[in-house]
């Protein structure tokens, strides 16, 4: 609960990433001025109203070769209500994994200030479906979770917090845990119309098990940071190519298996990784 105060208090002065950009600038009837607002806006457009991005990582677990195909999609509404989808496909010991899909709505609960310096506070909730996969989870799990933005002209700051609230997982050997908090961090910056650099810093505390009667179940809470720069680069007016790499500032440690937990989901759990992607937008 402090977090969350936290979050919220901080979000006057402060901001998540460099998201969801993409307001009208206000109109003037001077041509000059319309026309240089014009320019601004375009500058400033992070992402349309529907973009779907393909991303391909290449990370390890137990010091084995993983490739993971991930694929995600964004659809913002013009009623302050967006949607979120995901999916993804792993490739691991020479078979393909099935993941977990994820199905997130959010809204636009504050947004305050002009297009190039505008504060956001988006507030979301969904859930992720089980895997029958060895790497995918297979419980069902319920996510909630608060992010803010923040712009100032050609660069952009922000902060999350994400709380993913795992069921009872239906396979056996899988380790139960408790609830899974994400914090964030991240800086992006806006060098030209083709040239974006975006670092974010990340958080996760993964909570020990309640369910006592479960065997298999995470005794005691870990947690782990990474660290992940990307370079965007504009190919075509509507299609990015991105490339970047993640690595861990404090490694994710249990006394218990922690690939039986399932934490795919989570970004850099396993390993350091690389990846490389394609954002289309509309």
Known sequence: MKVFIFLLSFTIFNAFALIDYSDSAPMIKNTSQTKVSNEV???LS???????????????????????????????TPFN????????????????????????????????GSPNDEARVNLYGGMRLSSKSNLGS?????????????????????????VTMPSTP????QIATGNIHRINASLGWMVSNDIQFHFEAEN????????SGRSERLLKEFSYSTLSPKLL?????????ELGARYGMKKAKSDQNLSQMRLMNFH???????????????
Do not use: M
Request: charged share 15%.
């Open 233 to 241: 680069l504009t190919l075509f007016p509507s299609v990015n190519f």
């Open 46 to 76: 992070w992402k349309s109203d529907l973009s779907l991005s393909t991303i391909y990582e290449i990370g390890e677990i137990n010091s084995k070769k993983l490739g993971l195909l991930s694929v995600n999609t964004h659809v913002q």
């Open 170 to 173: 239906k396979s056996s050997n």
């Open 138 to 162: 297979s419980s069902t799990d319920k996510i909630f979770g608060i992010e803010t933005t923040k712009r100032f002209h050609f660069f952009g700051l922000g902060l999350g917090y994400e």
């Open 81 to 112: 209500v967006y949607f979120d989808l995901n999916f993804w496909q792993a490739n691991f010991e020479s078979q393909n994994q099935v993941g977990n899909p994820q199905f997130l709505v959010g809204f636009n609960w504050f947004r305050f």
């Open 204 to 211: 996760f505390r993964v909570s020990s098990s309640t369910e």
């Open 41 to 43: 806006k375009s500058q």
């Open 268 to 282: 850099g759990t396993y390993s350091n990784s690389v990846f490389t992607g394609l954002e289309f937008s509309i």
